[in-house]
């Protein structure tokens, strides 16, 4: 079965750094865009950043400069390096992906600063 399996939450400490990691498994012969979302208590699910296959990315406004997408083409592994961190970042993250020209969702990792 394709899935994506998600690494790398936690709690974390105002202006403290995390690094989320997703990998998708399964048979897997194409992976395109890749993203990741997140989405606070009460809150809807909202876009964080975008990579595309030839490394192209997009942030929300208000993770520029703080948040970094990567992957990693030959692992179809896509990271999201979280720096500065603040309270209103808690959140679950969520990995997306289109594998296999289907779109997929991780299960989520909880991410929380708070002092």
């Known amino acids: 079965q394709v899935q994506l399996v998600e690494s790398g939450g936690g709690l974390v400490q105002p202006g403290g750094s995390l690094r989320l990691s997703c990998a998708p498994s399964g048979n897997i012969f194409r992976v395109s865009d890749m993203a990741w979302y997140r989405q606070a208590p009460e809150n809807q699910r909202e876009l964080v950043a975008t990579?595309?296959?030839?490394?192209?990315?997009n942030y929300k406004d208000s993770v520029k400069g703080r948040f970094t997408i990567s992957r990693d083409n030959a692992n179809n592994t896509v990271f999201l390096q979280m720096n500065s961190l603040k309270p209103e970042d808690t959140a679950v993250y969520y990995c997306?992906?289109?594998?296999?020209?289907?779109?997929?969702w991780g299960q989520g990792t909880q991410v929380t600063v708070s002092s």
């Open positions: 990579i595309t296959r030839d490394l192209t990315t």
């Open positions: 997306y992906a289109v594998l296999n020209g289907i779109r997929r």
